[in-house]
């Protein structure tokens, strides 16, 4: 009996140390978050990675079986041999929980010698199911059921309600999927906007509906897309794909003559020229711009730079 207190002892301590490391490691790993990132950074990445519905979102969003594929199965294969292997081992949360709640039964059988009025014994017998039990796994199949049909209205919702006209045109980062394809595949991370050099790309608001909101958006006048084209190198989900720069379309500028101080005023304000990416603005003989719209690649510098308080050029989404 010394031998089997001593494996239990091991087993509770590892038990809450193994989870315990895990904590400390995910809040260092949390505030390194920093881009580029760093090497601490992968441990989060392998974590998410042993969860089975983490592969089956994976899949289903670029339609590529990924290189850890291996690592779900391993813990699947580990639940089914000893037990809840991630959620009592390697969850951070689950592990604590279990600790503050009681420990499940080891079968160390102590139990069986220490008490000495023999009421407690071993059998093989199968409990019959009691009422209890029958509820408690009618609600598991009704969970699953909820679980499943979420799933699916998740699998139709881009081509039933991405069309709707309420969604608000934006002009997304360069090399973005099309605007149905990027709003089904975009999982809301934010890391373009993290990684975004000049601030320009923002989470989309409430406002502009639930299907874009958390998307990312350029904002020109909070600053122009400088063509670094780090947004496509940190899209965990593909939805930002690799271009190259001549490639680049985000949008396309348009000027109000009327609010422009060179065509308004006759001042000599050339500035959006001069800021101009992609060579996109012509001068004509009364020193007045002028843009061609086949060469802008919407990158929005015009914009962020026009001294007039309401922006005299703005750029529009190419499709407008």
């Not at 998740?154 to 969604?167: T, Y």
Request: with cysteine; aromatic share 6%.
């Amino acid at each position: 009996m010394k031998g089997k207190r001593f494996v239990n002892r091991q087993l509770q301590f590892w038990r809450f140390a193994i989870p315990s490391t895990v904590v400390v490691l995910s809040v260092c790993a949390v505030l390194e978050m920093k881009y580029p990132l760093g090497r601490i950074a992968d441990l989060l990445l392998w974590i998410s990675w042993m969860d089975p519905l983490l592969l089956i979102a994976h899949v289903r969003s670029t339609l590529a079986i990924p290189d850890w594929i291996w690592l779900p199965f391993l813990m699947m294969l580990l639940t089914a041999i000893l037990g809840r292997a991630f959620c009592g081992w390697l969850c951070p949360m689950g592990g604590l929980l279990n600790r503050g709640s009681g420990e499940e039964c080891l079968v160390c059988g102590r139990c069986v010698t220490v008490c000495y009025r023999q009421a407690i014994h071993w059998t093989s017998q199968r409990q019959s199911v009691g009422a209890g039990d029958r509820r408690s796994r009618r609600n598991f199949l009704k969970l699953g059921a909820a679980i499943a049909t979420c799933s699916l209205i998740n699998l139709s919702a881009p081509r039933i309600l991405v069309p709707i006209s309420f969604v608000v045109p934006s002009l997304r980062p360069p090399g973005a999927l099309p605007e149905s394809d990027f709003l089904a595949t975009c999982n809301r991370c934010s890391r373009c906007v993290k990684v975004c050099p000049t601030g320009g790309l923002v989470p989309m608001s409430f406002s502009s509906g639930i299907i874009a909101y958390e998307t990312p958006e350029l904002i020109p006048r909070k600053g122009a897309c400088d063509l670094c084209m780090q947004c496509f190198r940190v899209c965990p989900t593909g939805a930002i794909r690799q271009i190259k720069v001549k490639e680049v379309k985000i949008g396309v500028a348009r000027l109000d003559e009327q609010t422009c101080l060179a065509w308004a005023q006759g001042k000599a304000c050339l500035i959006c020229k001069e800021r101009c990416l992609a060579d996109a603005i012509t001068i004509d003989d009364g020193k007045r711009p002028y843009i061609q719209s086949q060469k802008c690649i919407g990158c929005g510098a015009c914009e962020n730079a026009c001294p007039v308080e309401e922006a005299a050029v703005k750029v529009v989404p190419k499709d407008e």
